[in-house]
T-cell receptor, first 112, second 113 residues
Framework: DAKTTQPTSMDCAEGRAANLPCNHS???????VYWYRQIHSQGPQYIIH???NNETNEMASLIITEDRKSSTLILPHATLRDTAVYYC?????????????FGSGTRLQVQP | KAGVTQTPRYLIKTRGQQVTLSCSPI?????VSWYQQTPGQGLQFLFE???????NKGNFPGRFSGRQFSNSRSEMNVSTLELGDSALYLC????????????FGSGTRLTVV
């Protein structure tokens, strides 16, 4: 799996967009970018994933740069419930037989 | 549909004892993975079971073991508990092989005193 780099922590005002960056400069052509988040004392929750096109679902948007070396998870209108640790994982699809591993992630604090 | 259920939610054990944690996956999910989470080490993979067979194993001592039953429910056991085993133990189930398909339970918080 490609190595990812995320900021340790970020703050965001409630109601504003939260933009969480992830650097994955060694990403290979067949590797996807996955985002999970973990709210305090709960298990991680899948958010979104993408290969090269921008993706959007009911939870967030994922913007992947054209060279695919970095990406940004966007929570368009952050709420206090979005306070969590966000994990960016890069790995090929179809590798579900291998264990999913988590790095340190970004701790997002949404401020009222 | 019901989520991943882990029991018990909280547990206090004494050093040297053994403990068994239970995980009931989402109906139809055949893969169950276990993770240990501590403040110092973060989320660490323990092992994964698929159709009653251990498919992957993390780097943990033999005191940590698990099994999966024919109904896909899984248990993990920790023998000879140490203070450092105090952690949140998380279970995740998955239906297919997609990396986005993991659903986690809320975990069992184990405290070893």
């Amino acid at each position: 799996d490609a190595k990812t780099t995320q900021p340790t922590s970020m703050d965001c005002a409630e109601g504003r967009a939260a933009n969480l960056p992830c650097n994955h400069s060694t990403i290979s052509g067949n590797e996807y970018v996955y985002w999970y988040r973990q709210i305090h004392s709960q298990g991680p929750q899948y958010i979104i994933h993408g290969l090269k096109n921008n993706e959007t679902n009911e939870m967030a948007s994922l913007i992947i740069t054209e060279d695919r070396k970095s990406s940004t998870l966007i929570l368009p209108h952050a709420t206090l419930r979005d306070t969590a640790v966000y994990y960016c994982i890069v790995r090929p699809e179809g590798t579900g037989r291998r264990a999913l591993t988590f790095g340190s992630g970004t701790r997002l604090q949404v401020q009222p | 549909k019901a989520g991943v259920t882990q029991t018990p939610r909280y547990l206090i054990k004494t050093r040297g004892q053994q403990v068994t944690l239970s995980c009931s996956p989402i109906s139809g999910h055949r893969s169950v993975s276990w993770y240990q989470q501590t403040p110092g080490q973060g989320l660490q993979f323990l092992f994964e079971y698929f159709s009653e067979t251990q498919r992957n194993k993390g780097n943990f001592p033999g005191r940590f073991s698990g099994r999966q039953f024919s109904n896909s429910r899984s248990e993990m056991n920790v023998s000879t508990l140490e203070l450092g085993d105090s952690a949140l133990y998380l279970c995740a189930s998955k239906q297919g092989e997609a990396n986005y398909g993991y659903t986690f339970g809320s975990g069992t918080r184990l405290t070893v005193v």
